[in-house]
């Protein structure tokens, strides 16, 4: 049963470099997103997917990429790290949007910028 | 739009002692869905509990319990008979009917005292 796979676990990266947030899920999930979890902050949404092909912007997009070209993956690219991207980032995925759908997550990827 | 709120950054309980966590939420629409989520220090995020606003009924599921008072908009989370295991972080968040997007609060740190 691996639900939703998020690698890698830990990252340190220095300020412009690039790097890609691998996520995958085995559930035939339609939706899925990104967070980022700060301290004080809570979750907040990055970007999220309704489906293969469909993406869209949430709450803090800026200076993250993401695609969906299939139902399984969910990758989330940083173009040029800055330090202010020094987090915990989570994928999370839910079979559709319905009201009632919870989020299944990952385990979480702690990520620093130097 | 969604809103959550939740005002206590940390707690500290007595073992065995029933505990409530706060959360309060803003929304115009009729129609959402409240969760409930725990996260350990280990960092998983563990679904809890849910209600949706129609429901007429407070959700419970073993030892917890949503305290849903629509009025006010809050769903304070009870967990009866608290465990030291139950010490971890507690997040509220919201769907509203059609909106993909789960609004989650900034948390509760609960500590349980032996």
């Known amino acids: 049963n691996a639900g939703v796979t998020q690698t890698p676990k830990f990252q340190v990266l220095k300020t412009g470099q690039s790097m890609t947030l691998q996520c995958a899920q085995d559930m035939n999930h339609e939706y899925m997103s990104w967070y980022r979890q700060d301290p004080g902050m809570g979750l907040r949404l990055i970007h999220y997917?309704?489906?293969?092909?469909?993406?869209d912007q949430g709450e803090v997009p800026n200076g993250y990429n993401v695609s969906r070209s299939t139902t399984e993956d969910f990758p989330l690219r940083l173009l040029s790290a800055a330090p202010s991207q020094t987090s915990v980032y989570f994928c999370?995925?839910?079979?559709?949007?319905?009201?009632?759908?919870?989020?299944?997550f990952g385990s979480g990827t702690q990520l620093s910028v130097l | 739009a969604q809103k959550i709120t939740q005002t206590q950054p940390g707690m500290f309980v007595q073992e065995k002692e029933a505990v409530t966590l706060d959360c309060t939420y803003d929304?115009?629409?009729?129609?959402?869905?409240l969760f409930w989520y725990k996260q350990p220090s280990s960092g998983e995020m563990i679904f809890l509990i849910y209600?949706?606003?129609?429901?007429?009924q407070n959700a419970t599921e073993g030892r917890y319990s949503l305290n849903f008072q629509k009025a006010r908009k809050s769903a304070n989370l009870v967990i009866s008979a608290s465990q030291l295991g139950d010490s971890a972080m507690y997040f509220c968040?919201?769907?509203?009917?059609?909106?993909?997007?789960?609004?989650f609060g900034t948390g509760t740190r609960l500590t349980i005292i032996p």
């Open positions: 968040a919201m769907r509203e009917f059609g909106n993909e997007k789960l609004t």
């Open positions: 209600q949706g606003s129609y429901d007429q």
């Open positions: 997917s309704v489906g293969a092909g469909i993406t």
């Open positions: 929304t115009s629409d009729p129609s959402y869905g």
């Open positions: 999370a995925s839910s079979l559709t949007t319905g009201l009632n759908e919870k989020l299944f």
